[in-house]
């Protein structure tokens, strides 16, 4: 068999929602470049599938034939410009049909909780990947195995590539292996939270243990996620699509265990006015220009200071320009209550611009703080909206929302008709059109517009992960773990975490569910006694009835205290003459062939995470020698695994170590021959 080449290796990896595929492996693993939605769409005829939705259309002949592609919208037809009629044969219609790219009606998903529902669908979808990459005719294959696949489906797919596409080599490598070989470790416990589902696995020394594969944990996923925003949101007017992007937006967190939530400050505090956006707080808040969010205004008769002036009752001495009569104070006899009123005033005025500041710096102060701290944040979102109701006359265009569509393009101004040339003016008019509907046709093929809108969301955006979601994968973890028979590789499973999968995007997941680890079954190592973890299953635990305490022995050793007793046997056991008084040579030796067997059972229970217990849990780290994986992050890791694994199974090895099926194994074999060389 020739060797393959990097640029022709071929790597699918279905998901549940989204499928990710690439052709070639390039020098530095990179993300996967084709992301496809795991969807398909019924076609016309009954069996087969269609990758995007396909509508029927129906249009007059006249309007096909001018290159109309939308709806008419009362244009006139170039027969009406040139003063004929519409024959009766342009007025029969036509039916076309066309690709809607965003819409998901009727949409079938052939994976659901990991397993394949619709094989038909499936087989179609890798086909459209296939065809997409379009790779060349020598191009092995490897496809990310779910471990919800069972045998049989281990073989359909081998059989389905195989004779639908003549690959020369065929590869399925496990989910969990793949993100092991990502994170270059041979054991690791891979938590893969995904869209509705979360699967535990438990990789030691690159074996897949079989201790709970296939049944994943429900309700743990992304989807559950977004069902618990909705939950808490639902009564304030969001839907599910605005919880979705709210769970993928920074403010929506997962707080630590025990953490509280923030709450609204009280009314009076300038705290309060800062986070919700209240003009006033506290008896007696002076309804200020500034607190509404104009400008302040200057000295005068309508200066924002002491009691407005709209409406108000001028005072003994002044007239309606607000300047001061003085002779009418003195006459009056009132000086002293007038200055003393002044001082009040001033003295009010300088209160005022002192709270002023005080809410000033209350409200920064408010914005310095920490997102888990603050009771109220904003929320920007997209809302999805077809074009024909953005309008209400039926036309195509923005509401003038902020949408990203830019608006119905400008018309051009049809020449009169007057003009030196009738035939040349409805020439510009026709082409005029033509451009009118290929803009209408660009728009039809979108088919909606994004709308972006602002809303205040409160502390529910805190329990994205509420509902006991961390501390079922946590109990999941723990059964995984303890469920290893070779109890000393343990404590490495609990130090090599490895949370994968896009539902963990979820800011604070990790942080979260590691924590959730440590408050539950984290022990200090100083709290470990030798009689509460150290002691083997078959020793008895000393009781308060004298009968396990030593007895004093009455010969006199010249041995030193801290003469290991091991040593001390096997060097006197080949001299009597060493030996300690009343003890033979075959004493010695029983005695030697009893401690080494206690060697051996306390070395067989000894371990660092105390059996059940661990006493430490760290979160893998990501190799440093993968750079384009450092700001999207760890949770498609499995295709970085992919990559590796490619790489070493068809570049490197051969296939000298089984690592792939090859053509002619297949023709002698069958499918069942996938058994023998899957990862």
Not at 568 to 588: D, E, I, K, V, Y
Request: contains cysteine; negative net charge; aromatic residues 6%.
């Amino acid at each position: 068999m020739p060797p393959f080449k990097d640029e022709h290796v071929l790597i699918i990896a279905p998901g549940s929602q989204t499928t990710l595929a690439q052709l070639g492996l390039p020098e530095s693993f990179t993300p996967a470049r084709l992301r496809i939605p795991t969807r398909m769409f019924p076609a016309e005829r009954k069996g087969e599938w269609e990758p995007m939705k396909v509508r029927e259309r129906k249009f007059s002949k006249a309007a096909t034939r001018d290159g109309i592609n939308g709806h008419n919208d009362g244009d006139v037809t170039m027969g009406e410009t040139n003063g004929t009629t519409t024959s009766a044969e342009d007025k029969e219609e036509e039916t076309l049909y066309e690709e809607d790219p965003t819409s998901e009606e009727g949409a079938v998903y052939p994976l659901r909780d990991g397993r394949v529902v619709d094989w038909s669908c499936f087989f179609a979808l890798l086909t459209h990947v296939y065809n997409t990459l379009s790779p060349p005719f020598h191009t092995p294959i490897l496809v990310i195995a779910q471990p919800q696949w069972k045998l049989q489906d281990h073989e359909n797919l081998t059989q389905f590539f195989f004779e639908k596409f003549k690959t020369p080599a065929f590869c399925l490598i496990d989910s969990a292996l793949a993100i092991s070989y990502a994170y270059a470790t041979p054991t690791a416990t891979v938590v893969d939270v995904g869209y509705e589902k979360c699967e535990v696995s438990i990789v030691n020394e690159y074996f897949v243990s079989d201790l709970g594969r296939g049944t994943p944990l429900l309700d743990c996923g992304g989807e559950a996620m977004t069902q618990r925003l909705l939950k808490f949101l639902s009564g304030k007017g969001f839907t599910r699509d605005m919880c979705e992007q709210l769970k993928k937006n920074p403010i929506c967190e997962v707080l630590l265990p025990g953490a509280e939530l923030p709450v609204e400050a009280e009314a009076g505090n300038p705290a309060a006015a800062a986070s919700t956006g209240v003009t006033g707080s506290g008896d007696g808040h002076r309804e200020s220009i500034a607190a509404q969010g104009g400008a302040l205004r200057g000295p005068g008769a309508n200066a924002d200071a002491g009691e407005a002036d709209e409406g108000r009752e001028f005072k003994d001495g002044e007239d309606d320009d607000g300047i001061l009569d003085v002779a009418t104070i003195v006459a009056s006899g009132k000086t002293s209550e007038f200055l003393a009123r002044k001082e009040k005033e001033k003295a009010d005025r300088a209160a005022a611009r002192k709270k002023d500041a005080a809410d000033a710096a209350a409200a920064s102060k408010e914005r310095a703080l920490p997102n888990s701290k603050r009771a109220k944040a904003n929320f920007h979102y997209h809302e999805r909206r077809p074009l024909e109701e953005l309008n209400a006359n039926g036309k195509r265009s923005t509401d003038g929302e902020g949408g990203q569509d830019g608006g119905e393009p400008k018309r051009q101004k049809t020449p009169e008709p007057g003009a030196e040339n009738d035939a040349q003016a409805a020439e510009n008019a026709a082409a005029i059109r033509k451009e009118e509907r290929k803009e209408e046709r660009r728009r039809n093929r979108e088919g909606t517009a994004f709308i972006r809108k602002n809303v205040e969301v409160g502390p529910e955006r805190f329990q994205v992960a509420s509902g006991g979601i961390l501390d079922q994968i946590a109990d999941t973890i723990h059964q995984r773990i303890s469920s290893v028979p070779e109890v000393n590789k343990r404590s490495d499973l609990w130090d090599s975490l490895a949370i994968v999968g896009n539902g963990s995007r979820v800011k604070g997941f990790k942080e979260a569910l590691l924590a959730t680890l440590n408050a539950r079954y984290l022990i200090s190592p100083s709290s470990a006694t030798i009689f509460s973890s150290e002691l083997p299953s078959n020793f008895t635990t000393p009781v308060a009835t004298g009968a396990n305490t030593p007895q004093p022995q009455h010969h006199a050793s010249h041995h030193g205290p801290g003469v290991n007793p091991l040593l001390l046997a096997a060097t006197t056991a080949s001299n009597a003459n060493l030996a300690p008084p009343g003890h033979s040579q075959q004493q010695l030796h029983q005695h030697l062939q009893q401690q080494q067997y206690y060697q051996q059972q306390m070395q067989s229970h000894q371990h660092s995470s105390h059996a059940q217990t661990p006493t430490s849990i760290k979160l893998l780290k990501l190799p440093d020698y993968f750079p384009e994986w450092k700001d999207i992050g760890v949770e498609e890791a499995v295709f970085l695994g992919a990559q590796v694994a490619a790489k070493v199974v068809f570049v490197v090895d051969q296939g000298l170590s089984k690592g792939f099926m090859s053509r002619t194994e297949y023709n002698e074999m069958g499918p069942q021959g996938i058994h023998e060389s899957c990862l």
